[in-house]
């Protein structure tokens, strides 16, 4: 028995060593296919980065298909049991950088286009792909870009699905349908540098900064809501001294991050820290950076047409989470439209020897197809 057509795309594209933010020829390849069943597609490289949207049909609701051709670092090649860019199948498992995180997603998403055009070739609406090449990097041009390009053009997106790997135990089990927000700081704390045997002649910004850091990480800042957990902030990283134990600093940095619910807006997290730290007798400025707003998709027709297409392939409905990272739904979701993430499982994303079970390829390929049936299907009657 030959390989699936999924199974076959999946290896071309894990193959093409695209480390963020390179494509190394993934989207020609995905481009080829899409114009081949009558997409209309439009490059958009940006700062390097490569991205193109694609569309099939003239007028009506439009259904997108969302995801990277990116991957990150390999790692160590030697802890790595087959070459992470040479796809190998051991035990019914895909392994290669990429298989799970998003190139096994990519392939289903074809695929399934290629079935439902086949199946259905005067469908209703307009059915559409955003891909990028920056979703592993430091995401400014890639779907933000193209969502910015969309704007300007007047385009919309009723109904997204992101082939993140949103899976736990097995396929299908979790829905996103929404992500907290992201919103970093950077905290300088100014002293003055001296002889730590003559602290009356410094002034330390580590004894300054201990108490209005902990009253941070003390602070409640919401208690979510029903969908949502409350926001959290960690500290990722503080940094002071020259490197000698006799001298009392003059500056210290810490980064920090609030993962953030519905309940809080950037400008009220960032009152909250002001309010904190101005309370404290120090001198310090912080810079700030939103990586993305939350958003949350309520159930509805996207919702609806996922769990029917999940019931139908693997006779099961999934959990609704917002848990985890960020994704690119946070951009595309300011076009006002619903937005879930459906994909793999996530257990090996982003590690050693990454891998994807086979038969878990060909089912998301069918599932993405259902929900293509269920959106857009109808106009042709068939």
Sequence with gaps: MGKSVVLELAEDLISRPSVTP???GCQDLMIARLEAVGFRVTRLPAGGVENFWAE????????????HTDVVPSGPLAEW??????????????????AADMKGSLAAMVVA????????????????????????????????HVVDWLREHGETIDWCVVGEP???????????????GSLNGRLTVQGIQGHVAYPDKADNPIHRAFRPLADLVDQ????????????????????????ANNVIPGQLQADFNFRFSTESTPESLQAGVHKILDASAMRYAIDWQLSGPPFFTAP????????KALQAV???EARLSTGGGTSDGRFIAQLGGQVVELGPINATIHKINECVAVADLEHLSQIYTEIMVHLLGAADGH
């Design 22 to 24: 390179k494509d190394a």
């Design 56 to 67: 099939r049909g003239d007028a009506g609701p439009c259904l997108c298909f969302a995801g």
């Design 81 to 98: 049991q087959s070459d992470p860019f040479q796809p190998t199948i051991r035990d019914g498992l895909l392994y290669g950088r990429g």
């Design 113 to 144: 286009a290629e079935r439902f055009v086949a199946l259905h070739p005067g469908h209703s609406g307009r059915l559409a792909f955003l891909i990028t090449s920056d979703e592993e990097g430091i995401a400014t041009h890639g779907t933000r």
């Design 166 to 180: 949103s899976s736990e135990n097995m396929l299908g089990d979790v829905i996103k349908n929404g992500r907290r």
């Design 220 to 243: 409640t800042w919401d208690a979510g809501n029903g969908f949502f957990p409350p926001t959290r902030l960690q500290f990722s990283n503080i940094h002071a001294g020259t490197g």
């Design 300 to 307: 509805g027709p996207l919702v609806a047409a996922t769990q």
């Design 314 to 316: 693997e006779q099961h």
